[in-house]
C-alpha cells in the first residue's frame, strides 16, 4: 500500500496579515517578550516581561494566548489561566536560567536548608515555583525580601546575580542558588568601558541579572521594563544598555529622539541576543496558531502548588 506524503502548509506571503487573520479566528491574544525580534513585537497585543505579560492575558477574554518567549513564560500564563489554551510558538525556547535550576537538584538544595525561606525567581520552571515560598520577579525582588521575617534565613533561587543585587539593596544576607543568565554574563567589561569614553555623556542603565562588576559600572540598575521607564524619565539623551537587545526596539520606538547603544559580548561577539528567545519566528507564531499546537499542558496539582507563591507576591505587592 503507498501512502501520499502529507504537504506542508503553504506558508504565506504576507505573514502579519496571516497571523492577524488567525488570532481572531482562533479568539487569540499575542504576547511578545521585550527580548523577541522586532518583527513579532511588531504584531504582539502585549509587550512586557513576563509576568505582567501572563496577568493581562489573563484577564481579557481570549480563549488562546500565543506566548512569544520562553518556556517558563508560557508555564506561567497556563498557571494564572488554566482554562485556556497557552501556545508556544517553539518548544526548544527554554532558558538557560530556568534548565540550570532542575526541580530534583533543586529540591536536594532545599531540603540543605530546611529553615529557609525559599524565594525563587519568576525565571524557573512550574516544577521549582510549586516548591517554593515566595516568586519575585525582578522588579519587585528588593521589596519582597525586606517585608520577610528578619529572623528567618533566606535560600533565593535560581540567578545569584540577581540575588546578589537583592541582597546589597535589602540588606539581607540571602542563600543564593548557583545560577545565571547566559545573556547577562556575556557582557564585556572592557567593552563597557570603551563606549563609556566613547558616549561620556550617556546613562548606563543595567538589568540586575548582570555580573556584580558590571552593576557597580551602571548608573541605573532596574528590569526590563523599569529600564524603559528609566530611559523616558531621564535627562540623558543616549543610554548605554546593558540588557538583551531586544529590547532596543521599544526604546527607539517610544524614545525616537534619543540615543541607546548596545554593549557587545566577550571578544566582541553578539551572544547578548538570547538564543532562545529567538528560536521564535514569525512563521512559527503562524504554525503554532494554524495547527494550535504546540501546547503547554500541566498537572493541575502542579498548578496549584506553582500559583500559590505567586499569589503569595501578588497579595504583598499591593
Known sequence: MVFAALEAPTVPHDLPAAIDLLRRERKAVILAHYYQSPEIQDVADFIGDSLELSRKAAATDAEVIVFCGVHFMAETAKILSPGKTVLLPDLAAGCSLADACPADAFAAFRAEHPEHLVVSYINCSAAVKAQSDLICTSSNAVSLVQQLPAER??????????????????????????????????FSEQALLRLKLEHPEAEVIAHPECLPNLLDLADFIGSTSKLLARAASSDATSFIVLTEPGILHQMRRQLPHKTFVEVPGQDG?????????????????????????????????????????????????R
Open 269 to 317: 561577539c553578539s551572544c547578548n541576543a538570547c538564543p532562545y528567545m529567538r528560536l521564535n519566528t514569525l512563521e512559527k507564531l503562524w504554525q503554532c496558531l494554524d495547527t494550535m499546537s504546540p501546547a503547554i499542558e500541566l498537572d493541575e496539582n502542579l498548578r496549584v502548588r506553582a500559583l500559590a507563591p505567586i499569589q503569595r507576591m501578588l497579595e504583598m505587592s
Open 153 to 186: 534565613p533566606i535560600l533565593f533561587a535560581p540567578d545569584q546575580n540577581l540575588g546578589r543585587w537583592v541582597a546589597r539593596q535589602s540588606g539581607r544576607e540571602l542563600t543564593l542558588w548557583p545560577g545565571g543568565c547566559i545573556v547577562h554574563e556575556t
